[in-house]
């Protein structure tokens, strides 16, 4: 995995994210990826491997990127979701709202 600062990259249709994101960082990464997610079409992935942090500001940006691309006409999906990240989606019953975010989709070992 990788750490230290955030950030978001897009290619061939799948933003991945790395990195540790915190309270002081997601701000600047929902941005970076908001840039993004405007200049996709059609569907959209979300690369979550790379990401270090199971935060609930992590799920908040990941709510706001969604809302973006659906109102942008994108799809979008997730995958890479580790299992403590799903576990807190699960807790805050966002897990349904998350396409990506099921049992079959996560990685137990993160």
Known sequence: MTSGAPQTQLADGVL????????????????????????????????????????????????CWQRLAHQAGISLSFRGVSGRLASLAALSNLDDQLAGFGPESVHPAH
């Open 16 to 63: 991945v994210v790395t990195g540790e994101v915190s309270a002081d960082t997601v701000v600047a990464l929902r941005k970076q990826g908001e840039k993004l997610i405007g200049t996709a079409s059609g569907n959209l992935v979300v690369d979550l491997d790379g990401l270090v942090t199971a935060h609930s500001v992590v799920l908040s940006m990941l709510l």
